[in-house]
């Protein structure tokens, strides 16, 4: 093809910049803007609880005693990650638990503390704007360990008992702002201990309950 030599044609080639340009410009405008990493990044909140926990006792089929437990405040912190449903996360808490051991085989006028330690993943209901209920689901381990008191005890005695953990908790939430809300939750908790020494009609589990008041924090994404 030659080079276009009337006037006619000599403007419609100096026009074919300024359509190209419109054209680009309107599919543009219709393409379907993919968000960005960082406008699509999911929620990381940190959440910070103290609760009162009450605990039935346990057999402690390892040393043949009885433990009462006492009541004790419980200590707890949560990191979790937002999804479409709910969030994901990790738990830990700690309480000092005042503890008697009862039984044959227990010391005479036994008193002191023993620690609980817990380590859940766990699973809760959306967050929102101005009250909310609360659903959380748990399951991890839980561990008695570090006794303290007056009570002679043997080297297995003192060792650390573990148990597998289940949750659930039910609660309200109440947003303070944008990042910030009030957490009110009751827990529910079941803990199973090991068999070992353990005669028939001896349960391996125990109850507990938790009510906690917490504040939840968004640390970075959108609510």
Known sequence: MGIPRTRRDRRQLALLPLLCVTLAAIADAQLIKVPTPSTARRPITLSVSAGFL???GRVDGQTGTVWSLGEAAQHRLM?????????????????RVPIARQGALAPSG?????????LLATFRTLEQMGPHQIVELG????QWA??????PLTADERAARNAFTLVVGYGFGFSLGTKASLTLVQDYATLWGPKEGLSAGESRSQRQYVTRLGLRYRLSGAR
């Open 54 to 56: 009450q605990t039935e």
């Open 79 to 95: 990191v979790d990650v937002g999804l479409r449903s709910g969030a994901l996360g990790l738990t830990a808490s700690t309480a």
């Open 110 to 118: 036994s008193d002191g503390t023993i620690h609980l330690r817990q």
């Open 139 to 142: 399951a991890g381990l839980s």
């Open 146 to 151: 570090n006794s303290e008191g007056t009570d």
